[in-house]
């Protein structure tokens, strides 16, 4: 087995990532009955013997003794990482996990990338190295971080930078939060432009998320509770926006169910690589088979169900109506629309008891409604992993490798636009020592670039399908 490493950067990153390490917590209790340290446990946690302090030495199997998570909490805020080290999680971290400061970056991208990674950096390296040397084989970062913030679009973009250096050869995979068109940060077009070119040169994969579509999902939810469309008795653990049956004693957070959606698209995401199945997929297939293009690695999600559960008062919805679902825009986390655009690859992971031939049927279904590029008609990647969510007898993750992506970096630049054209709070970034025009000028740039490659792709779209010229090979 492998292991992941979580970095978990701003304050939206660490509540993010606090959901994430609740949540797998109960998914490997459930499955995990005999509270034995096995593999699946040890791709996210370490079991340490915690009877001479912190430092014990990582104890590879047998009872557990104390889990540790593989994790790296940064906030240039203590206010996340302190409630969440006072709260039911302390013990899943130790100090040495964790850097803090106490003024923030102001939602400004060059005080977290210039002036806070350049005074962090040795310290942030030197706890990479460490959580490194506890994993036997690393495959993957994962890096959970906001745009709109300035730890999290800059600092946290400054730690992918640094992880490529230090780790060239383990995959980047990058959660990012994006900001709504009414966000309260003036300044978070700037920092999502900054943020946006890095992650352009320096992630595989990036998962956008946006947070309209996030507000959406657990509206939808509330109401369809409110209506009795789930029965009379909805059980709230059948909920992927719920806390339900947590560590947490506390009252929700406004944003913890919307942090639990995209904490389960990470469950979902990592479930091939913690547990048995009959076709595993390893989060390296994915960025294999997903990016043709280094550059187009922006993959959309969509997760179902986002609420039906087999002891609910309504008929399991059947199997052929999940992959249904994972296609429609209502299950998405991202607000975008797959089905009308080109698709470059599509990865399903299907969790539960689900069988090859349900996949192929179901892909053979969907396939003539969904335009692909001429030359990846047979784009399909797929993974079948035997253990269902908590609550659920199975579940479907499907990430598109899709044109869709475009509006979203378009309306982006607008924005950034409107305040560029004005000069707009520029001083509170220039004044940044290393911080010059140019950054702007590049950061702009390259995402018109993107924007342009994915216009290129849409040309193609509807065309004739036309297998490319083969070498002639003279005998």
């Not at 939206?12 to 096995?38: M, P, S, T």
């Not at 990470?266 to 690589?273: D, F, I, K, Y």
Request: hydrophobic fraction near 35%.
């Amino acid at each position: 087995m492998t292991q992941s490493v979580v970095v978990q950067v701003g304050q939206c990153g660490n509540q993010v990532g606090c959901r994430f390490w609740d949540l797998a917590l109960r998914e490997h209790a459930a499955v995990n009955k005999k509270g034995i340290y096995d593999e699946a446990l040890s791709s996210f946690f370490r079991n340490v013997d915690t009877r001479s302090g912190d430092n014990g030495p990582d104890i590879c199997k047998g009872k557990i003794c104390s889990l540790k998570a593989r994790a790296l909490l940064i906030d240039m805020e203590e206010g996340v990482v302190n409630e969440i080290l006072q709260g039911p999680l302390r013990d899943v971290f130790d100090s040495k996990q964790l850097i803090t400061d106490v003024s923030g970056s102001g939602n400004n991208w060059a005080v977290g990338h210039k002036i806070y990674g350049c005074q962090y950096r040795e310290n942030i390296v030197e706890k990479l190295r460490k959580t490194a040397e506890h994993c036997d084989c690393l495959q993957c970062f994962f890096i959970i971080h906001s745009m709109g913030g300035g730890t999290g679009s800059g600092l946290g973009t400054f730690v992918l930078n640094l992880l490529e250096e230090e780790f060239p050869e383990v995959y980047r995979f990058v959660t990012s939060v994006y900001p709504s068109g009414e966000d309260d940060v003036i300044t978070s077009p700037y920092n999502s432009v900054l943020a946006m070119k890095e992650l352009n040169e320096h992630a595989d994969c990036v998962l956008p998320i946006e947070n309209e579509s996030l507000f959406e999902i657990v509206n939808k939810i509330h109401q369809m509770i409110n209506s009795g469309k789930l029965g009379s008795t909805v059980k709230q653990n059948s909920l992927v926006t719920s806390s339900a049956g947590n560590a947490k004693t506390l009252q929700e957070k406004p944003f913890d169910a919307m942090n639990n959606i995209v904490a389960n698209l990470l469950l979902n995401l990592t479930s091939s690589s913690r547990f048995e199945g009959s076709l595993n997929m390893d989060l390296n297939e994915i960025s294999m088979n997903l990016v043709p293009f280094p550059r187009l690695h922006y993959l959309v999600s969509s997760l179902t169900p986002l609420y039906t559960l087999a002891d609910v008062n309504v008929p399991s919805r059947r199997l052929d109506q999940m992959f249904s679902d994972a296609f429609s825009r209502d299950h998405q986390l991202i607000q975008a629309d797959p089905k009308h655009s080109l698709y470059l690859a599509c990865a399903l992971l299907v969790r539960g008891n689900v069988q090859v031939s349900d996949l192929r049927r179901n892909i053979e279904r969907l396939k003539p409604s969904l335009h692909f590029v001429s030359w990846n008609q047979e784009g399909w990647k797929t993974g079948l992993c035997s253990v269902p969510p908590v609550g659920h007898s199975h579940s479907l993750l499907a990430l598109a490798n899709n044109t869709c992506v475009k509006p979203t970096f378009i309306e982006l630049k607008d924005r950034f636009m409107k305040l560029y054209k004005k000069k707009a709070h520029l001083h509170h970034y220039l004044q940044i020592d290393g911080m010059e025009q140019s950054c702007f000028s590049e950061a702009i740039s390259s995402l018109s670039d993107l924007i342009e490659e994915y216009n290129e792709l849409d040309v193609t779209k509807g065309g004739p399908r036309i297998d490319p010229s083969r070498l002639k090979i003279a005998v």
